[in-house]
Antibody, heavy 120, light 110 residues
Framework: EVQLLESGGGLVQPGGSLRLSCAASGFTFSNCAMSWVRQAPGKGLEWVSAISDNGGSTYYADSVKGRFTISRDNSKNTLSLQMNSLRAEDTAVYYC?????????????WGQGTLVSVSS | QSVVTQPPSASGTPGQRVTMSCSGRSSSIGSNSVTWYQQLPGTAPKVLIYSNNQRSSGVPDRFSGSKSGTSASLAISGLQSEDEADYYCAAWDDSLNGYVFGTGTKVTVL
C-alpha cells in the first residue's frame, strides 16, 4: 500500500524557516518524480515544487522560487522541502504528492498534509 | 492568480447531470493532457480523470472528461450526494515550466 506521511509543519514567524519531510513507502521511491502542493485555508490547490526521480531536475512555482528548496534522499525514501524567508501568504496545508510513473503528468497518491502557519 | 479558470460553483439535484468547464491556454491545456481531481471536505485530493478522458481505477463511469483546444470539461451524470466536493482541473504548463491547477469548482447536491 502506498503511503506518504508528511511532517515538520507548525507555527513560524514571518522571515523564519521550516523544513518539511515526506516519508514514502509502498512503492519504488527512486522511480518516481515527486511534488509538493499546498492549499491555503479556504482556498484552492497550488503546485509548489517538483523533483525528478533521481533528484537531478527541480522545478518551482514563481511564488516560492529563491526561497524554497526541494530535495530527496532515495536511500531513505524521503522527500524534503526547505522553506526560508517565510511569509504570511505561505500559510497553508502542504501535501506531498507522487507523480504517476510513465509519460503522463498527474499525481496518483497524496499524503494527508501538514499545516504550516506563518504568523507573528 | 491561476492561469487556468473554472466556474466557482455548480449544483444539481440527485440524478441530474452536472458539467463544469476548465479554461487554460495554449502552453497548458492546449499542449498537455488534463487531469481532474476531486477533493472531499477535509481530505486530500484524489485523481478522477487523467489523460483528458481516462477514468482512474475505481472511479464510477458516471464521471467523464473531455478536452478541446485550450479547454476541458468534466461531467457527472446521475449526480449523487457523495459527489458533493471541490473539483480541480490541472495540467503542465510549458511556458511556466510548472504544474497548474484550475481555480476549482464546488459542486453542491441540492
Amino acid at each position: 500500500e502506498v503511503q506518504l506521511l508528511e511532517s515538520g509543519g507548525g507555527l513560524v514567524q514571518p522571515g523564519g524557516s521550516l523544513r518539511l519531510s515526506c516519508a514514502a513507502s509502498g512503492f519504488t521511491f527512486s522511480n518516481c518524480a515527486m511534488s509538493w502542493v499546498r492549499q491555503a485555508p479556504g482556498k484552492g490547490l497550488e503546485w509548489v515544487s517538483a523533483i525528478s526521480d533521481n533528484g537531478g531536475s527541480t522545478y518551482y512555482a514563481d511564488s516560492v522560487k529563491g526561497r524554497f528548496t526541494i530535495s530527496r534522499d532515495n536511500s531513505k525514501n524521503t522527500l524534503s522541502l526547505q522553506m526560508n524567508s517565510l511569509r504570511a501568504e505561505d500559510t497553508a496545508v502542504y501535501y506531498c504528492a507522487k507523480r504517476v510513473e510513465g509519460t503522463w503528468y498527474y499525481f496518483d497518491y497524496w499524503g494527508q498534509g501538514t499545516l504550516v502557519s506563518v504568523s507573528s | 492568480q491561476s492561469v487556468v479558470t473554472q466556474p466557482p460553483s455548480a449544483s444539481g439535484t440527485p440524478g441530474q447531470r452536472v458539467t463544469m468547464s476548465c479554461s487554460g491556454r495554449s502552453s497548458s491545456i492546449g499542449s498537455n493532457s488534463v487531469t481532474w481531481y476531486q477533493q472531499l471536505p477535509g481530505t486530500a485530493p484524489k485523481v478522477l480523470i487523467y489523460s483528458n478522458n481516462q477514468r482512474s481505477s475505481g472511479v464510477p463511469d458516471r464521471f467523464s472528461g473531455s478536452k478541446s483546444g485550450t479547454s476541458a470539461s468534466l461531467a457527472i451524470s446521475g449526480l449523487q450526494s457523495e459527489d458533493e466536493a471541490d473539483y480541480y482541473c490541472a495540467a503542465w504548463d510549458d511556458s511556466l515550466n510548472g504544474y497548474v491547477f484550475g481555480t476549482g469548482t464546488k459542486v453542491t447536491v441540492l
